[in-house]
């Protein structure tokens, strides 16, 4: 099943995952809001990027940094003078378009980004593009994507700051204090989960490209001529991020090369997801950025950021590897991997199940009385929120019958789900039922939590 993006858009919507901003004014294009399942499933998705990348390796340390940075900081990184996309423009309604998204609707090529402005130019004469509202479109420019503000009491050049445009920089200027107060020695890395803000041109594809944004980056400083081995070491390492931590497919996910390199890299690598019927788009970026990052800030800020090599009494600036995720599009991924319609006997309509992983699940258990009456709804808040207080995220639903409330924990991705019975007030037992198999057991209510961390029931 090929999932189309309204699917996802609309179950997203219809069970309180994302909504767009301010929408009872009518929204605002490409700024989005994680309702209550979305905030959980979204926090479920950077803790498991958290325990992969830094909790199970004693080789990462993780930072947080603030959203805004000096305005050097920008010109250093390159951001102000080159971090841009190729606009072009409707010549008659002056409406303006990134380039590349135009190329690629077309049908042309794929990952048109690649294009220079003369290339770009090229392919829409050639091909005889048009702007959506089918008129002719203007030679391809560079548009900065910096979103620029002022910081203190004045408004003029010099209270001039900018969000973030990429959350790493942080790392890359605070790398010598963390590596001397973490008393590290290279290899290792430090992680981070930052704001990004970028002032798009054009805004689709939902969640996929927004104004505003997550990343979870993870840099990693090595010794100059150590890079090469390292980059391998960690493309292998994030493909299996997605393949045996969070369980995809395999064959939603492959590497695409950079054709053309930004100005930062040596080399360039994405993992690419299959988006259901959008095909196959990038997920995650990989690079080998060299020592571009430390010599460039060394040289703005006038700060010596070399390592001394304690063995050696050599001094150099580390070479980065990056890999770095946007948790937006991490999320997306999720929703459109373990989303699942299924037909069932008796039924005109098919069953939705989100297949979440235990670890991403927004809530992990449902807790559904029989009955309202006869002290059922009661036992079951009590059971509900033992469950809480453990620290195990549980919900507990009392309306409607007992198939619809199953059919809607499903739906959800809830992985288990426990009926509050008769049986629970004279026996202290409960049925205990598995999302997937919809299989059930009878188990102690005292046992409930033991079954939560496995995937299956190993009675099943």
Not at 17 to 45: H, M, Q, R, T
Not at 75 to 91: R, W
Not at 277 to 291: C, M, P, Q, S, V
Not at 434 to 439: A, G, K, L, N, Q
Request: include cysteine.
């Amino acid at each position: 099943m090929s999932i189309k993006l309204d699917t996802i858009v609309k179950y997203s919507h219809r069970n309180g995952f994302i909504f767009p901003s301010s929408e009872i004014y009518g929204g605002y294009s490409a700024v989005y809001d994680f309702g209550p399942l979305g905030k959980l499933l979204k926090d479920n998705l950077v803790q498991a990027w958290r325990n992969w990348m830094v909790t199970f390796r004693d080789d990462v340390v993780e930072i947080e940094g603030a959203i805004f940075l000096h305005p050097k900081v920008w010109e250093a990184s390159g951001h102000i003078g080159g971090f841009s996309d190729l606009l072009v423009e409707d010549t008659i309604t002056h409406k303006r378009y990134r380039a590349d998204h135009l190329i690629e609707e077309a049908g042309i090529m794929e990952n048109a980004d690649s294009l220079s402005p003369e290339e770009t130019d090229k392919v829409i004469q050639e091909n005889n593009i048009l702007s959506p509202d089918g008129n002719p479109l203007s030679s391809a420019k560079h548009f900065n994507l910096l979103v620029s503000t002022h910081l203190g009491p004045t408004v003029d050049e010099s209270t001039v700051a900018y969000l973030k445009g990429e959350a790493c920089q942080n790392i890359y200027v605070n790398w010598k204090l963390v590596q001397e107060t973490s008393r590290r020695q290279l290899p290792f890395g430090i992680a981070q989960l930052g704001k990004a803000f970028r002032n798009e041109i054009t805004v689709k594809q939902y969640i996929f490209r927004t104004r505003e944004f997550e990343q979870i980056d993870l840099q990693f400083f090595v010794k100059p001529g150590e890079e090469d081995k390292w980059y391998e070491f960690w493309k292998d390492y994030r493909y299996k991020f997605y393949t045996e931590y969070l369980g995809y497919n395999s064959a939603n996910l492959k590497f695409r090369q950079h054709e053309k390199l930004v100005f930062y890299a040596k080399d360039a690598w994405d993992i690419d997801y299959k988006f259901g019927a959008l095909g196959f788009k990038e997920l995650e970026g990989i690079h080998n950025r060299t020592d571009y990052d430390t010599k460039q800030h060394s040289e703005f800020s006038g700060k010596d950021l070399r390592y001394r090599d304690p063995q050696t009494n050599e001094q150099y600036l580390p070479y980065i590897v990056e890999t770095s995720l946007g948790v937006n599009r991490l999320l997306l991924s999720s929703l459109f991997e373990f989303y699942n319609e299924e037909s069932v006997a008796d039924s005109k309509e098919a069953r939705i199940v989100m297949k979440f992983p235990y670890i991403l699940a927004p809530y992990k258990i449902a807790i559904l009385p029989l009955m309202k009456k006869d002290g059922l709804a009661e036992e079951a808040h009590q059971i509900y929120t033992n469950l809480r207080k453990k620290g195990i995220i549980a919900d507990i639903d009392l309306a409607g019958s007992i198939g619809k409330r199953y059919r809607r924990q499903d739906e959800i991705g809830t992985p288990w789900c426990v009926t509050v019975d008769y049986e629970t007030l004279s026996e202290g037992t409960v049925t205990i039922r598995h999302r997937d198999t919809m299989e059930q057991l009878r188990i102690d209510i005292e046992d409930i939590s033991a079954y939560l961390n496995s995937e299956t029931f190993a009675e099943f």
